[in-house]
């Protein structure tokens, strides 16, 4: 894979790049965040590791930025803060994972392979499916282009992140059925859940207001104590 890392510490960048190129892959990098995010935006990387504290701009802002210029390519932060509030900023602005310092080589790798193979899984119909390949994916006024991984309601597009696009997959995949959040974070974010955590009820929040935007019916919905439900007709009692 070809795999861009964005950080400042030119240890911690050098024993990346070393770990990676070790395992097959090739490596770009870039200092600060001015260079990283012209090389995220003239070429195409598989995976971007982003540090947060960069010199220049916070990896947060880049994160974002990236998004919105939309570049779709998974993100994964790395960084020295561990507390949970930085982790679901990071996951908030569009990042795909987040592994703090110091890191183990083996689960650096494992990261990579998790959050590259999510975003093909997706596409192809894998892990995040019920088995179906179908390319068009629809539920009522909502659809979905898994390979030009595009999202439109009513016929207009709405942009997603990464995460915000797994995650409406993996419900339209479900419709009708309640998804519990220990499952979304296994089966969207490959991750065990944990509780004291509210990062799956920020997406699902995030969902839900881009949805609102488009149409005033109320697709995705909570089920009190178990967990959240797609609607094929939203407008029916929820039982």
């Known amino acids: 894979m070809r795999i861009l890392v964005i950080e400042d510490d030119d240890v911690v960048r050098t024993l990346v790049q070393r770990v990676l ?6 490596v770009y990098s870039a200092p600060e965040a001015e260079t990283g995010e012209k090389l995220a935006s003239q070429q195409h990387y598989d995976c971007i590791i982003l540090d947060l504290a960069l010199p220049d701009k916070s990896g947060l802002d880049v994160c974002s930025d990236l998004r919105e210029k939309g570049i779709k390519t998974p993100i994964l932060i790395l960084s020295a803060r561990k507390n949970i509030d930085t982790k679901v900023l990071g996951l908030s602005s569009g990042a795909d994972d987040y592994l703090t310092k110091p890191f183990d080589n083996k689960e650096l ?21 019920t088995g179906s390949t179908t390319e068009i994916l629809r539920c009522g006024e909502l659809e979905l282009n898994l390979i030009k991984r595009e999202f439109t309601i009513n016929g207009n597009q ?24 220990e499952e979304l974070a296994d089966k969207v974010w490959g991750i065990k859940f944990d509780t004291q955590t509210n990062f799956i009820n920020v997406y699902v929040s995030y ?15 909570t ?4 967990g959240f439900i797609l609607m094929s007709n939203p407008d029916a009692p929820l039982i």
């Open 21 to 26: 190129e070790k395992n097959g892959h090739e």
């Open 207 to 221: 969902l839900r207001k881009k949805i609102s935007e488009e149409t005033d019916r109320e697709y995705i919905q």
């Open 223 to 226: 089920v009190r104590k178990r």
């Open 109 to 129: 790798l494992a990261r990579i392979d998790a959050i590259t193979r999510r975003t093909r899984d997706v596409a192809d119909g894998g892990s995040a499916s």
């Open 158 to 181: 709405v942009w997603l992140t990464n995460n915000e696009f797994n995650l409406m997959t993996y419900f339209i995949r479900n419709i009708d059925k309640v998804v519990e959040k």
